[in-house]
């Protein structure tokens, strides 16, 4: 697990954009593992999901947070407009019910910063 402050459970992740460094932890998103709402650091295995399945979601929510830290890399904040690949979250919940993409104000500065044509990008 990761810390930001003191008073952190944990953090998936963390982005100084000023320095263009970002650390995450995948620690939590294997859809096998439990944790204890008492004691956040206890955790246990549990079944329910096939190999694959488990594969398909540690990736998905992998891959959600390597965007989300790469776009704070690249100066783009929270986002407080749509649903999108760059709200803040407060629990794994939330986290895992946001979704993979980016909203159309996030999308366009990322265009704007990287300079792609998004129809062109999208096909």
């Not at 982005?15 to 439990?34: I, M, Q, T, W």
């Not at 956040?40 to 295995?45: G, H, K, L, T, V």
């Not at 993979?100 to 366009?108: E, K």
Request: hydrophobic share 35%.
């Amino acid at each position: 697990d990761l810390y930001a402050d003191e008073p952190d459970l944990f953090v998936a992740g963390m982005a100084a954009g000023n320095h263009k460094v970002a650390v995450f932890s995948l620690n939590r998103y294997d859809p096998c593992l439990e944790f204890s709402k008492e004691f956040w650091f206890e955790r246990q295995i549990v079944g329910g999901f096939t190999q694959k399945e488990r594969k398909k979601l540690i990736l998905q929510r992998s891959c959600k947070l390597v965007v989300h830290e790469i776009c704070h890399i690249l100066g783009i904040d929270h986002c407080i407009f749509y649903d999108c690949c760059m709200n803040g979250s407060g629990h794994l919940e939330e986290d895992f019910q946001q979704p993979m993409f980016l909203c159309p104000v996030d999308l366009h500065k990322l265009q704007t910063l990287c300079g792609f044509d998004i129809k062109k990008r999208y096909k």
